[in-house]
């Protein structure tokens, strides 16, 4: 017989644990067993009361907080936590005292609700979803809870991912447009696929083991409007997205069941889960899974414990929440007007365009419940078809999603030169930019006041950089805008920078083109804009420096040296005339003097500066740059003009959108 020493001792467990308070002022809970007797503290009062232990040494009782208040609490693995802490904070309960737990870990006590006291029975959930996007699945964090007012939305995996090995030398985008789906094969194929799959943690005992060894099954059951695939994870949390080798061992690796060698890539038959958990793993921690959405809705996703055959029924269930969407369900999608686009200046009939936008209805944009009050809209570069935009649209919202950014996030498209464009097309491209910055201008405007109060940030890409920037010059103002390896003259923001590249001032003692913004050149064009300016740059860019496709030169530099003043295709020919200063096109006989600023630069004007996307001085209206070489890798690749968006979110893209979410001042998970 042992002694406890002074003080009232109320339940005992199996283990020969026992529980109570302490006596005298002030008096604490307490926790007895072989080793002693330990005090476990109060929640910053001056009390508190052990009332019962369980035999997962789970202790439950009562404890005064600072304000002389009591609250229900839960003691584990050291820690004294309030019970109110560890429920909804919008639900309307005050758990005032834990009077009794079981082994199943449930909780009853006595509370108030909405102000009337109630008695409450606390359920433990054994599964759990990553709800507030840290990275981390917590059974006990409030923000990672789901109901159906909150449940966890999430993608379809319903795209259908290019391998890795083929998608530099064969493929313009890192996705087949296919109608086959990436769900529907039971298997991880890739590393990208792995963006299309989620965490999902469940928890079981050793009495749930006891069971199973009964003949009891455990199984994964979803609501009708929904169809999931269960994988095993190499471990938790993201590391499956952002480590290679955990990423490889994913698609790749093994593990042991019960001495059976599965594959870590190969889906679970979720009526029969115990057979993918191994007798060592009934311990009550978490055990991490992925699941790719392959049926699409809102409902439940149900960890069951059914009893033995020919009865079946589920003697025990916990669950989620979850909303399974299209992915272009959860962002807003706009095109620009006309959606074709409009003739060249050029051609025959030509007149200005009158330009706007629509908002693409079907599906649907979704807002989320908890969406914060941010928006980021996407304009992306030239010589992409529709499908391109919206994939790369897909693919950023994604590694934004991934970052736990949660405010808005909308693609702008416009129509540049696409489907076989080549350097020919890329000065017409450019004058559409132009035209379609006043779309862009009219449609942020719109989203504003849409939004209401929101923080309005941009990223554009490429080409996309030109549009945004003539929106800026018309008047938008924004919080911010990040320019992605811009295909913009460097010079346009600074008109007092060094005109330093020797092949482009070379170009111009052979044909003379204007320079000043003032003479119809692009110098010092965007210089007056007071939104702030953030350069991603790569020194060395494909498209913008040194790119070349079968062996001839393919980037912004060489067609600013080669293709100004520009000779269309079809016929006639722009000229300037440096001694009176008049742009002209010329077609046959007929002569045409420019005025329009936006055809004179971009028919006619060669920069002397490198693109703003390959240049790293800061200048004029742009601030700090971003070194993409330096800071991510980012390389002279033909994919790496595109590396946010081609590249594998494993290779180094998750310092890319840290590092876009921290320069818009932005929140994103810890």
Partial sequence: MASMGDVTPYRINNLGQAVGNTHGYPYYAFLWEAGGLQTLGTLGGDVSQALDINNSSQVVGWSLIQDGNSRAFLWEDGEMKDLNELIPQDSGWVLITATATNDLGEIVGQ?????????????????????????????????????????????????????????????????????????????????????????????????????????????????????????????????????????????????????????????????????????????????????????????????????????????????????LMDIKEMYQRVRATPEDGFQAPYESGYTQPSVGFNPVGTPAFQKPPDEQKECIVFVHGWNLTLWEVENWSDTMFKRLWWQGYEGRFASFRWPPMSAGATGKDFNRSEHRAFKYGTAFLAYVNSLKGELGGYGMHVAAHSQGGMLVSEALQQGLMVDNVVLMQAAVPASCYDRDMALDIQNLLDAEKKQQTPDLDLDGGYRGYFHDITVPLINFYNPIDFGLVGGTIFGKQANWENNQEKEKPFHPQGGGKYEYKGATGQSVFRSGKNKRVITDQHESMSMVARSRTKAVGAEGRAMGSLGTPVDLQGAFGFTDSRIDHSAQFYRDIQDGMEGFYLRLIEEMELEASE
């Fill in 111 to 323: 509370g108030a609700f909405e102000g009337q006291e109630r008695v409450y029975l606390l359920k433990p959930n054994r599964i759990a979803v990553d709800g507030n996007r840290d990275g981390k699945v917590s059974f006990s964090e409030p923000s990672d809870a789901t109901d159906k007012d909150h449940p966890y939305r999430f993608w379809l995996n319903h795209d259908h991912d290019v391998p890795e090995f083929l998608r530099e030398f064969f493929l313009r985008v890192p996705e087949w447009e296919s109608t086959e789906k990436d769900s529907d094969d039971r298997i991880v194929k890739t590393r990208r696929d792995l963006e299309d799959f989620a965490q999902l943690a469940i928890r079981v005992d050793a009495s749930i083991k006891k069971k199973i060894d009964k003949g009891y099954q455990l199984a994964i059951e979803t609501t009708a409007d929904l169809e999931i695939q269960l994988y095993r994870a190499v471990k938790p949390g993201t590391g499956y997205l952002f480590n290679t080798d955990t990423a490889s061992d994913q698609l790749n690796g093994t593990y042991q069941v019960n001495g059976v060698t599965r594959k870590r890539g190969e889906a679970l038959e979720l009526t029969k889960l115990h057979d993918f958990i191994d007798a060592g793993e009934y311990t009550d921690e978490p055990i991490a899974f992925l699941f790719e959405g392959k049926k699409g809705g809102e409902g439940i996703i149900r960890l069951v414990l059914k009893k033995p055959e020919p009865d079946g029924s589920a003697e025990q269930s916990h669950e989620v929440h979850v909303k």
